[in-house]
């Protein structure tokens, strides 16, 4: 939900509610039937008889893939919504998809969260101190043992006690925000209260909207960042006065807290298990490696005890399940059409040279054929010299003898 506040009236106050909208999640569902009905009678009409994908194969088991992510139990899910039918989603004798408004209308204003789940992806953790972030296409359903053996921390610095106020040369502390990279600063002057220079701190840290919060703690001045892990971070400087005064009043040294911050640390699946290897996260949130069932799998752990084991049950969903099917479909390098278009297209290179093939050796056939001829028309041409040059030498020899 998101709010654009544009003005405020001083003394209003305004009560605002946010409700779920159940019919806008019927009519989507409503919407989703129809394009996969679309999608059956698509199919139906290119693949009859006369028609160019009449018979195919393929496309019947494209269209026969996606019908049953319909029909299958979701896995990882639980309790009276394990199916599309059980929330009113339903196809009939002859496959087409429809929605009992009313079944899911009621599906969703008893259980919610469980309908959520059912149709979409989701991860329910064992307790509240994990909590599922994301996944990826890799990333398989199933219930996956979580195991922390570091908790993230949060960097920090703190001096010693001060037991006055400051008495020195004007100075300044700077202070760089590792988190949003943002600095800060506060100038110290003679008579300065503890109170007032962590006021100070805290107004120049909200102005440049860093994530640092100064705070006196039991007399000593503390800085401690709201980032966990490598991905925050504080960096403390002076630009000295005269003796350095205030960095030995506030007793914070020049450097980096960096030796202070931690990443969460664990393994996602069963420790020692083959594949599961320790995982180095980034500030609270771990993510599974890939080669690994949970591959992709994003959860993050807001405890603070090192070592904890709980569950996460991740489910992919019915729209989980179906957007699979169709990726493994419409993958523009490998996915089954690209595949089938590739054989396509290598079988009509085959078939074309081929065809090159027998029109070339016809062309050398016809060539030799004609050379063939050719050659014939010439000995027959010479053939019939000769046996006219006989006959007139036969003709002379009678002609000869008759006179004598």
Do not use: C
């Amino acid at each position: 939900v998101t709010f654009n506040l544009l003005a405020a009236e001083a003394g209003t106050a305004v009560d605002v509610t946010v409700t779920r909208d159940l019919a806008g999640a019927v009519t989507a569902m409503k919407a989703f039937a129809s394009a996969y009905n679309e999608v059956r009678s698509w199919a139906a009409t290119n693949s009859a008889i006369g028609k160019r994908l009449e018979g195919n194969t393929s496309l019947r088991t494209m269209v026969s893939a996606l019908s049953s992510q319909l029909l299958t139990t979701v896995t990882g899910v639980t309790g009276s919504y394990t199916t599309a039918a059980t929330a009113g989603v339903t196809r009939d004798k002859y496959g087409t998809l429809s929605v009992d408004a009313t079944v899911l209308t009621n599906a969703l204003t008893t259980n919610f969260e469980d309908v959520t789940r059912l149709f979409s992806q989701a991860g329910v953790p064992s307790d509240a101190t994990v909590t599922y972030l994301g996944s990826s296409d890799s990333t398989k359903a199933g219930t996956y043992a979580v195991q922390i053996t570091r908790a993230a921390t949060t960097g920090g610095v703190i001096g010693s006690p001060i037991v006055s106020p400051y008495a020195g040369a004007s100075d300044t502390m700077t202070v760089v925000d590792a988190g949003t990279g943002k600095t800060g600063s506060v100038t110290l002057a003679s008579g300065d209260s503890i109170d007032k220079v962590v006021a100070g701190l805290n107004s120049s840290f909200s102005a440049n909207k860093m994530h640092l919060v100064a705070s006196n703690s039991g007399g000593k001045i503390s800085i401690a960042s709201s980032d966990y892990g490598s991905t925050g971070g504080i960096s403390v400087s002076y630009a000295q006065g005269l003796l350095g005064e205030g960095e030995t009043w506030m007793a914070i040294a020049t450097g980096s807290d960096a030796l202070t911050r931690f990443d969460v640390q664990g393994y996602i699946g069963v420790a020692g298990h083959a594949g599961e290897v320790l995982i180095t996260g980034s500030g609270r949130t771990l993510t599974a490696t890939t080669g690994t069932n949970a591959a992709g799998l994003q959860l993050s752990y807001t405890g603070s005890a090192d070592a904890y084991s709980g569950t996460l049950a991740y489910s992919v969903g019915v729209g989980g399940m179906l957007y699979n099917v169709a990726t493994s479909i419409a993958r523009e390098l490998d996915g089954q059409v690209a595949v089938l278009s590739k054989t396509a297209i290598t079988q009509a290179d085959a078939m074309t040279y081929r065809i090159q093939n027998a029109q070339d050796r016809l062309a050398n056939r016809r060539a030799a054929m004609i050379a063939q001829f050719i050659a014939m028309e010439s000995a027959m041409s010479k053939a019939q010299s000769v046996s006219t040059s006989l006959t007139s030498q036969i003709n002379g020899l009678f002609n000869y003898n008759k006179t004598a």
